[in-house]
């Protein structure tokens, strides 16, 4: 049958709005089936554990399942990317880290921009590194050691987890700062690294504070100090390097990021969940026993903190010249 052109034009007009009311309605309803949030890190690691932690808060909260799905690779870019090609409806999320950051600068051929392809929803928690030396070196302060590596310049083995890790960027700033020179040695991750340290073969490693405070705890590794601008909770008599090195403050950054142009009403209700679970006293001890202190925040100020934490760390990719392994 032949319609009318009047009949036509109004149909095909109704047929236009749907998408647009069909997206409003989505909003409203979210989340009406299960959601994924994406972690480039292995299971078990800390920032994996506060993710899990997170989906299982918001699977409470909204009552379908948040579930975190670890897609290793490429620094965890392949995380990345495989949000940025997802659909904007909220379904796929971003567990996002500082070493997102840090890839921004580090690797020149990404297929995607984290500043402007991510959507920030909101931030969860910051986590500071340690400065850590084995027992026997003959360093026992962070003045110490830095008078120590002006008398051996470039004989001081630093182990890193690869080039801009963590790890690796902790240490380049704190040689950029103190204008002391060590060798790098790279490990495949952390725990090679630090089994080394404690055997000897390096000198210093910069570590996640996750990976490393019991080993502190134990008297297996000295801690001369946390990276970030003041003394963490969890180990309050070492000091922060800022105490010795002014303006030295490194940490982990955490938080979740969407598609863009994910729906609003989506992004505020993620982040207005996200932030209750930040207020819980059970929700913020958890994340302590990391060495991580929550934190909530606005997908705008997040958003900046992001844009910052990129900055940040392409001063000292460039200053150092690191470049992917």
Avoid: C
């Amino acid at each position: 049958m032949k319609l009318p052109r009047r009949s036509f034009l109004h149909l095909a007009a109704g047929a236009a709005a749907l998408p647009a009311v069909s997206r409003v309605a989505s909003a409203q309803t979210y989340p009406t089936r299960s959601v994924r949030i994406i972690a480039g890190f292995p299971p078990g690691s800390a920032s994996d554990v506060t993710a899990r932690l997170l989906g299982q808060w918001l699977s409470e909260r909204l009552g379908q399942s948040f579930i975190v799905e670890n897609r290793l690779g490429a620094a965890s870019n392949l995380a990345a990317e495989a949000v940025v090609r997802a659909l904007a409806d909220g379904y796929t999320l971003l567990l996002i880290t500082s070493v997102n950051a840090v890839n921004a600068t580090l690797y020149d051929n990404l297929n995607f921009n984290l500043i402007q392809d991510i959507a920030p929803v909101a931030s969860i928690a910051r986590g500071p590194g340690v400065m850590v030396v084995s027992p026997t070196f003959p360093a026992k302060s962070v003045p110490e050691f830095i008078a120590y590596a002006k008398a051996n310049p470039g004989k001081i083995n630093m182990g890193t987890a690869g080039s801009g890790s963590m790890l690796d960027v902790y240490g380049e700033l704190f040689m950029m700062m103190a204008g002391v020179d060590m060798l790098r040695v790279p490990y495949r991750g952390a725990p090679p690294a630090l089994t080394d340290l404690m055997g000897d073969r390096v000198q210093v490693v910069f570590d996640t504070f996750a990976a490393s405070i019991e080993l502190i705890r134990a008297g297996k590794l000295r801690a001369l100090g946390v990276t970030t601008a003041t003394r963490s909770a969890a180990l309050p008599d070492v000091p922060s390097l800022g105490e010795f090195l002014p303006g030295y403050d490194a940490s982990i950054l955490l938080g979740v990021g969407a598609p863009k142009n994910t729906p609003r009403d989506i992004v505020a209700t993620l982040n207005k969940e996200i932030n209750a679970a930040l207020v819980d006293p059970s929700m913020q001890a958890r994340i302590a026993s990391f060495g991580y202190t929550a934190f909530a925040s606005s997908p705008a100020e997040y958003g900046k903190l992001i844009a910052e934490d990129v900055e940040k760390w392409a001063k000292v990719i460039k200053f150092a010249g690191i470049k992917p392994d």
